[in-house]
């Protein structure tokens, strides 16, 4: 079984190939045909780190991904995410390849926001803002300039120095990348991507403004004030997921009969005339997309890449 580095992984999921396969994969889920049962984290005796298991079985390939997660390996220059996505054939159990983990999480999850802005953007994106400067951030600035070239992106960090940090490492010829000014305003869209626990934004609900919460993947954390999201129309692109972890759902007390999921808008979107706030919280199936575009893309690649 050829397993491929994070390098080769990136490779294998050019983003306008991935955000397609995930409007289908959606699709599927909700229409019962991919089975994708809660993730299972199991901490180590140790308490300093988790094995975390997420599977998934469509109708044509089995994905597995097993993850590590240890938050003091960053003190020790070693990563904190570590493991693989596994991709077995459905109808043999034929293992087929492996994909490296963290970036089949970084690129897929930035995607689904990319398949968000396909579907609630109603007006032509120019002006993003992305708030934060962690590898989420990363992630989502490497598919805007992939799918929205020429567009300006504003970052925030946590600091003024953090957001002016990133934007020199990341620089791109294919958008502006900036810090975002002081008081700036007139995003069309914003994008979080933080383990707050504190809202880091909070401007009023907008219908000219899509907000797209990736972080706060705890229902002690939170990104978006309250009042921002009731006055929205939610959407989430996992509804079993997010009730355990959609933490700016559970604070802000939403009433679940209420939120739709992602898939019913992708055939009909709402009409714009509302605010729309998009929860991504993750689930395996977004996994299989991936491994779906990695079979379909593995025969492009030249011998030395495959």
């Not at 199936?285 to 495959?306: E, G, N, S, T």
Request: net charge negative.
């Amino acid at each position: 079984m050829k397993h491929y580095c994070a390098t080769q992984t990136q490779a294998l999921l050019p983003f306008p190939a991935l955000v397609d396969m995930l409007a289908r994969t959606a699709r599927d889920y909700a229409a019962g045909s991919i089975a994708c049962p809660e993730r299972t984290s199991v901490p180590t005796h140790d308490g300093g780190g988790a094995l975390m298991c997420m599977p998934t079985v469509g109708t044509d390939l089995i994905a597995t991904k097993l993850l590590t997660i240890f938050g003091a390996n960053a003190a020790l220059h070693l990563p904190v995410i570590q493991g693989q996505v596994t991709c077995a054939d459905a109808h043999d159990g034929r293992f087929l390849f492996g994909l490296d983990g963290p970036t089949v999480t970084m690129r897929r999850t930035s995607a689904i926001s990319m398949l968000a802005i396909r579907t609630f953007a109603h007006r032509h994106v120019g002006r993003v803002l992305v708030i934060g400067t962690g590898t989420q951030a990363l992630a989502h600035v490497e598919a805007l300039a992939a799918l929205h070239p020429a567009i300006e992106v504003a970052i925030r960090g946590r600091t003024p120095r953090q957001a002016e940090q990133f934007c020199a490492r990341y620089a791109t010829d294919r958008l502006t990348l900036r810090p975002e000014l002081a008081g700036e305003d007139g995003f069309d869209v914003v994008i979080t991507v933080t383990s707050s626990r504190e809202a880091v934004f909070d401007a009023p609900a907008d219908p000219r403004r899509l907000v797209i919460a990736v972080g706060a993947y705890r229902p002690d954390m939170v990104e978006v004030a309250a009042p921002t999201v009731r006055d929205s129309m939610v959407y989430v692109d996992d509804p079993t997921g997010a009730r355990a972890e959609a933490g700016d759902l559970i604070q802000a007390g939403v009433d679940w009969s209420t939120v739709r999921a992602l898939a019913d808008a992708l055939d009909t979107p709402p009409d714009g005339t509302r605010p729309v706030f998009f929860k991504s919280v993750g689930c395996a199936a977004w996994d299989l997309a991936a491994c779906r575009v990695a079979r379909d893309m593995q025969a492009r690649l030249p011998d030395d890449a495959a």
